[in-house]
Nanobody, 120 residues
């Protein structure tokens, strides 16, 4: 089991910045990746950024060059730095952990989500 808690969402004007935090606890030794997803109103959840256990990162095309995912220092968690925010970034942002189970299966764990609203 992995427990994820997000924080840092809020209201910001277009062009501004926010930092989201995701604190992870539990069976974190088997983490394959920590990821940020978002779900805009009325749309499907989409992958925004990935940080693998090996340190590789990947981003959705819509946020490349504006968002940065990084480790929370020595703590088991990640940040999502969001810069040059646009109204279309408005969404609920979710932290996700992909974990390798003892049975070699992959398991998903989700945080409760944090709202980000970008005003024009």
């Amino acid at each position: 089991q992995v427990h994820l808690v997000e924080s840092g969402g809020g209201l910001v004007q277009a062009g501004g910045s926010l930092r989201l935090s995701c604190a992870a606890s539990g069976s974190i030794l088997s983490l394959k990746s920590l990821n940020w997803y978002r779900q805009p109103p009325g749309k499907q959840r989409e992958l925004v950024a990935t940080l693998t256990s090996g340190g590789s990162t990947n981003y959705a095309d819509s946020v490349k060059g504006r968002f940065l995912i990084s480790r929370d220092g020595a703590k088991p968690g990640v940040y999502l730095y969001m810069n040059r925010l646009k109204p279309e970034d408005t969404s609920v942002y979710y932290c996700n952990a992909l974990v390798l189970g003892d049975d070699s299966s992959e398991y998903d764990y989700w945080g409760q989500g944090t709202q980000v609203t970008v005003s024009s």
